[in-house]
């Protein structure tokens, strides 16, 4: 008989090994150590070629937005991180997004939204290239890829602090 | 066929709405059951807004007692709309620092010890319109319709992550959603070993599409975004992958000029859900003031209520009792003197954390906080019984 | 409308049955949400059988997990088909033996303080059918569908004793039901003052019609006979009125030639829900055994299950605990070695009273008992992993 | 303020004084007593009239029933009270039924299944005479009323008994 202490095989002979073409295909998270990012580059102005043909028609001709997709370009507020005392200072890129590595695995798995999933690596990497021009992140010029886009330092990244509340008495 | 399913119980919705209504049902024989107990044509709770894409859909709060939120009515959030899966090809992976990655199917996954608990599920925007642009006609659906209470089973993620044997290395795990949005969030290990589950039943039966089909995560007391649905992949990592959802969105800018980030336990709230708009007392008299209470730091210790506007405070009496990590029922039974009265709700939980007031809220997280929308909300009962939202 | 709102879901209905799916649901965006939050067309549990006017209509057990049973999946059971009830015009009264008769309208009902629990109810006549006549081919649905467990909301019975100030010589209490068949049973007054219940929700909504639409009567463990639907009045009464549903039906002969009336208490029992008929198991190796455990007598203790025909047990987990009064779950994880196995539970309560065999049933309440059929149920593994009822 | 404890009135101001021909209608209800019976009489003949005419297109012209309706006549077994062996001994009024009074109480609140409700007072006291002649329990010039059928002694009232079971060990 078979008790829960004899249970050895933590998997219960269940699950299989993970078809690779499968997983490869699935496993493309990008963090900001670069950890993801696959072969390929794109330029700035590359990108405005895609941004033009494919999300301009739902975020807006300069990225400004137009409901209910959201802004993408923006450097306002000039100075400081006060979206706590505006509701309307929308949050963009440019004045939020704490790692430009986040640019490309989100339009890489989400965008376009009729379409995800669909851009190229080359085609991601230049219109990820273009809206980080576009808020005054990196130059007209700059070529991103898999080693110069974990390098950007984005300027909201030093806004951010992790939680560290526990609850009591005290309201944080 | 399903759209034959609806032929099916027109029968009985016909007897049961027909008009006029007999005058005494007990001379004529009813109707006849049908495949489905559905409901009275006199009881039709529904989600609002409909047609969803990438947006929300609301529980109607005031529509309900006790302490579940039917399947049918749980609330839903997608960036993408709902996908279509077939059970019989869907599949979780998990893999990455792990001694042997694995793929499981759904009827693999309900063949591993399963876990039973009632738990809240909330999003953190939930309240946020209500905070923004408070309107005297919100029902506790419009304000608060982003919360949901169910009884989930499913397998515990340790049980899976022991199964592949996860490295100690690995101190995170991304979670990957199989809808349109492919969404992706970052959880410490220590949350998904404590008491993280990936569940396939809501309220004692497959998850529904809305929810999740086939399979989603639910990391007890934490923000619903987090609760991946629909879920395909935890790869075990040793750093978060700061997706889109961990820092454009879910991340709470304070007043001192930072954004708060991997804000994930869901504080301590409450709302009334009767009476509140729509509602209209109908005479003075005793009248039950009742709603839910819930935290995600252990369990609602009490609830205050109060008819003057906060200026004096009543302990509330728990129906259900509390159980941890669950919505809570409360209950204060008000002698309505027919005069005009504003009624809050105060709920305090475990940890000694109180439910703040607005002004106390807005101090300390700003006008504008995006997320988190805890603040005490108040409904005022005028002279003719009618009752609206008092922000 | 009602009818209408068949055709709103339509659309949502239609994407997630699509033909063929979608090979890639993270490519092309999902469906909007509609007003309710529909199951997916793979999960399309039903009562059986319908249709029901005079008779019986079951829970899918074997497509349940947890411990609640969605409301829609309640069983039913008629005598005269479900009454269309208009909510406002429904009144419960009062009388008989009281001070002060009193006529509640619905709304009424529920501004007295309030009581939420999960209670199991089941019918006596529960598993008569697979006693009388045992067939293979019988699901949990077909052999113990008339037990279903809810989240019940309602007011006390005591508390609308006490309202009507219940006279000391009214030890009974008469309860009679709206519908068709005008239901009446005699319930003892310590029944009423302890834990019985007025019901108007039912996990966490509105009653079902099907299920006593507005408010019914809910005995905590008791059979469901007694648990009148669509209730319209309470007497208080000096005795019983021994009512057909009390002395022709609901009275269990002994071999002893007795008949034994009022017995109130539904007993200890358990029944495994996977795997059972229909199920397949795919291949050899691990399998959680699953099923539902209960006992009007306060809580299950504990549930053990055997794979070889009752020769040896050993304990089952209880998945989410043992809550009084309510379907228990138990799991126990056994590991099939692909030959033929008979697989039985056996629940015990804290009374110490235990499940008894088919035999020990058949020897103290014989043969044809007609009610409350508890006895050890089984359920045979075919080496190609088929499952069917053992009687 | 109002506590729990200051409410004296155990009503809450909820709730009417019932209509009293409302009431009257619901409360029909019988008990062995005779409690509930109305005025009015019949006999064993004029209850095979409504018999016929009301009640034997379901359960039969000799009350043997057809399925689904239950046979209400028959006195086997002869001796004793042997249901709990046999799955085939229908339950019966003559067998079965320990108060004649149920039979009233029943029939008048819930039969013809079709038409509930709605036999008169003598209606439902000469078809009841019916069934208990038909049964063998009352002679066929017996007039039921308020006052004979309480007296009626049901050939298998001696074999109920109350159950005393508490839970425990022993199964009975
Ligand atoms: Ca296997
Ligand atoms: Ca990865
Ligand atoms: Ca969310
Ligand atoms: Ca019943
Ligand atoms: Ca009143
Ligand atoms: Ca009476
Ligand atoms: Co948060
Ligand atoms: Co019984």
Same mark, same amino acid.
């Given at each position: 008989?078979?008790?829960?202490?004899?249970?050895?095989?933590?998997?219960?002979?269940?699950?299989?090994?993970?078809?690779?073409?499968?997983?490869?295909?699935?496993?493309?998270?990008?963090?900001?150590?670069?950890?993801?990012?696959?072969?390929?580059?794109?330029?700035?102005?590359?990108?405005?070629?895609?941004?033009?043909?494919?999300?301009?028609?739902?975020?807006?001709?300069?990225?400004?937005?137009?409901?209910?997709?959201?802004?993408?370009?923006?450097?306002?507020?000039?100075?400081?991180?006060?979206?706590?005392?505006?509701?309307?200072?929308?949050?963009?890129?440019?004045?939020?997004?704490?790692?430009?590595?986040?640019?490309?695995?989100?339009?890489?798995?989400?965008?376009?939204?009729?379409?995800?999933?669909?851009?190229?690596?080359?085609?991601?990497?230049?219109?990820?290239?273009?809206?980080?021009?576009?808020?005054?992140?990196?130059?007209?010029?700059?070529?991103?890829?898999?080693?110069?886009?974990?390098?950007?330092?984005?300027?909201?990244?030093?806004?951010?602090?992790?939680?560290?509340?526990?609850?009591?008495?005290?309201?944080? | 066929?399903?759209?034959?399913?609806?032929?099916?119980?027109?029968?009985?919705?016909?007897?049961?709405?027909?008009?006029?209504?007999?005058?005494?049902?007990?001379?004529?024989?009813?109707?006849?059951?049908?495949?489905?107990?559905?409901?009275?044509?006199?009881?039709?709770?529904?989600?609002?807004?409909?047609?969803?894409?990438?947006?929300?859909?609301?529980?109607?709060?005031?529509?309900?007692?006790?302490?579940?939120?039917?399947?049918?009515?749980?609330?839903?959030?997608?960036?993408?709309?709902?996908?279509?899966?077939?059970?019989?090809?869907?599949?979780?992976?998990?893999?990455?620092?792990?001694?042997?990655?694995?793929?499981?199917?759904?009827?693999?996954?309900?063949?591993?010890?399963?876990?039973?608990?009632?738990?809240?599920?909330?999003?953190?925007?939930?309240?946020?319109?209500?905070?923004?642009?408070?309107?005297?006609?919100?029902?506790?659906?419009?304000?608060?319709?982003?919360?949901?209470?169910?009884?989930?089973?499913?397998?515990?993620?340790?049980?899976?992550?022991?199964?592949?044997?996860?490295?100690?290395?690995?101190?995170?795990?991304?979670?990957?959603?199989?809808?349109?949005?492919?969404?992706?969030?970052?959880?410490?290990?220590?949350?998904?070993?404590?008491? &993280?589950?990936?569940?396939?039943?809501?309220?004692? /039966?497959? *998850?529904?599409?809305?929810? @999740?089909? =086939? !399979? %989603? #995560? $639910?990391?007890?007391?934490?923000?619903?975004?987090?609760?991946?649905?629909?879920?395909?992949?935890?790869?075990?990592?040793?750093?978060?992958?700061?997706?889109?959802?961990?820092?454009?969105?879910?991340?709470?800018?304070?007043?001192?000029?930072?954004?708060?980030?991997?804000?994930?336990?869901?504080?301590?709230?409450?709302?009334?859900?009767?009476?509140?708009?729509?509602?209209?007392?109908?005479?003075?008299?005793?009248?039950?003031?009742?709603?839910?209470?819930?935290?995600?730091?252990?369990?609602?210790?009490?609830?205050?209520?109060?008819?003057?506007?906060?200026?004096?405070?009543?302990?509330?009496?728990?129906?259900?009792? &509390?159980?941890?990590?669950?919505?809570?029922?409360? /209950?204060? *039974?008000?002698?309505?003197? @027919?005069? =005009? !009265? %504003? #009624? $809050?709700?105060?709920?305090?939980?475990?940890?000694?954390?109180?439910?703040?007031?607005?002004?106390?809220?807005?101090?300390?997280?700003?006008?504008?906080?995006?997320?988190?929308?805890?603040?005490?909300?108040?409904?005022?009962?005028?002279?003719?019984?009618?009752?609206?939202?008092?922000?």
């Amino acid at each position: 008989c078979s008790t829960p202490s004899d249970r050895a095989d933590p998997t219960y002979g269940l699950g299989k090994t993970p078809n690779v073409a499968q997983l490869a295909a699935m496993d493309r998270d990008v963090d900001p150590r670069g950890r993801g990012l696959p072969a390929g580059e794109g330029t700035v102005s590359q990108g405005a070629v895609v941004y033009a043909a494919q999300c301009a028609s739902c975020h807006g001709a300069r990225g400004e937005g137009r409901a209910p997709s959201p802004a993408l370009v923006g450097r306002t507020p000039a100075a400081g991180h006060v979206f706590a005392l505006d509701n309307k200072a929308p949050r963009t890129i440019g004045n939020y997004w704490p790692y430009a590595t986040t640019v490309f695995d989100y339009v890489q798995r989400a965008m376009p939204q009729s379409t995800p999933g669909t851009l190229t690596a080359a085609e991601t990497y230049s219109v990820v290239a273009y809206l980080l021009n576009e808020n005054g992140i990196i130059a007209p010029d700059a070529v991103m890829n898999a080693q110069t886009l974990p390098a950007v330092v984005m300027p909201a990244a030093r806004f951010f602090v992790r939680d560290n509340r526990t609850g009591g008495r005290l309201f944080r | 066929g399903l759209l034959a399913g609806a032929a099916i119980t027109a029968p009985l919705v016909r007897a049961l709405a027909q008009t006029p209504m007999p005058p005494d049902p007990t001379r004529v024989p009813g109707a006849p059951s049908d495949s489905l107990g559905i409901r009275s044509p006199f009881e039709q709770p529904r989600l609002t807004p409909v047609g969803v894409v990438q947006g929300s859909s609301w529980t109607p709060h005031q529509d309900l007692h006790g302490t579940l939120t039917p399947a049918e009515l749980h609330f839903q959030r997608h960036h993408n709309g709902i996908p279509a899966i077939d059970p019989s090809t869907y599949s979780l992976t998990l893999h990455g620092m792990v001694e042997r990655p694995l793929t499981f199917t759904l009827a693999e996954l309900k063949r591993f010890p399963s876990i039973t608990r009632t738990y809240f599920l909330e999003c953190s925007g939930n309240g946020g319109r209500a905070w923004n642009n408070p309107r005297p006609d919100m029902s506790p659906q419009v304000v608060d319709g982003l919360t949901s209470n169910t009884e989930w089973t499913g397998v515990p993620v340790s049980t899976l992550l022991r199964a592949v044997g996860a490295k100690p290395g690995g101190q995170w795990v991304l979670a990957e959603g199989g809808d349109a949005a492919v969404m992706t969030r970052s959880i410490p290990m220590d949350k998904m070993l404590r008491d &993280a589950l990936v569940v396939y039943a809501q309220n004692g /039966e497959a *998850l529904r599409p809305g929810n @999740g089909y =086939p !399979a %989603r #995560l $639910l990391l007890p007391g934490w923000e619903g975004n987090m609760c991946v649905k629909w879920l395909r992949r935890l790869e075990v990592l040793d750093a978060p992958v700061m997706s889109r959802e961990e820092t454009s969105k879910y991340t709470d800018p304070l007043p001192d000029g930072t954004s708060r980030q991997f804000s994930f336990v869901m504080d301590v709230k409450s709302v009334i859900t009767a009476p509140a708009y729509p509602a209209v007392l109908p005479e003075k008299g005793w009248h039950a003031i009742r709603g839910i209470a819930w935290t995600g730091r252990g369990t609602v210790s009490h609830v205050d209520v109060s008819t003057d506007g906060g200026r004096t405070w009543h302990q509330a009496t728990l129906p259900a009792g &509390a159980t941890p990590l669950s919505h809570t029922r409360f /209950e204060y *039974l008000w002698r309505w003197d @027919g005069k =005009p !009265a %504003r #009624l $809050l709700s105060r709920a305090h939980d475990v940890t000694g954390a109180v439910q703040p007031t607005a002004e106390e809220f807005r101090k300390v997280r700003g006008k504008a906080p995006g997320y988190h929308f805890t603040s005490i909300r108040s409904w005022d009962v005028a002279a003719d019984g009618t009752v609206t939202f008092g922000g």
